[in-house]
């Protein structure tokens, strides 16, 4: 199994920026494609954004631009720095993690980002 702790959420004004963590442990090892998800209140979990081991990255046309994935495969551990943050990217995010030769995907327990206006 595999188990992701996300942190650096929080309240933040319209403009400003955050940086999320998430720190993967357990059997790493199998670890392939990595990513953050969002889901806001009353919608749907959305893709944010994704990148393999390799570092190819794709991003959601929303946040294009202003997020920026990254990934430190020494420490296990994915980024997403947020920048020019507006209210529509207050979400709780989640991190994932795909196994390779698994179909199930790990998930982190997700963290609050609250843009305010």
């Known amino acids: 199994q595999v188990q992701l702790v996300e942190s650096g959420g929080g309240l933040v004004q319209a403009g400003g920026s955050l940086r999320l963590s998430c720190a993967a442990s357990g059997s790493i090892f199998s670890i392939g494609a990595m990513g953050w998800f969002r889901q806001a209140p009353g919608k749907q979990r959305e893709l944010v954004a994704d990148?393999?081991?390799?570092?190819?990255?794709n991003y959601a046309d929303s946040v294009k631009g202003r997020f920026t994935i990254s990934r430190d495969n020494a420490k296990n551990t994915v980024y997403l720095q947020m920048n020019s943050l507006n209210a529509e990217d207050t979400a709780v995010y989640y991190c994932?993690?795909?196994?390779?030769?698994?179909?199930?995907?790990?998930w982190g327990q997700g963290t609050q980002v609250t843009v305010s206006s």
């Open positions: 990148i393999t081991t390799g570092g190819r990255t």
């Open positions: 994932y993690a795909d196994r390779v030769g698994y179909v199930l995907r790990s």
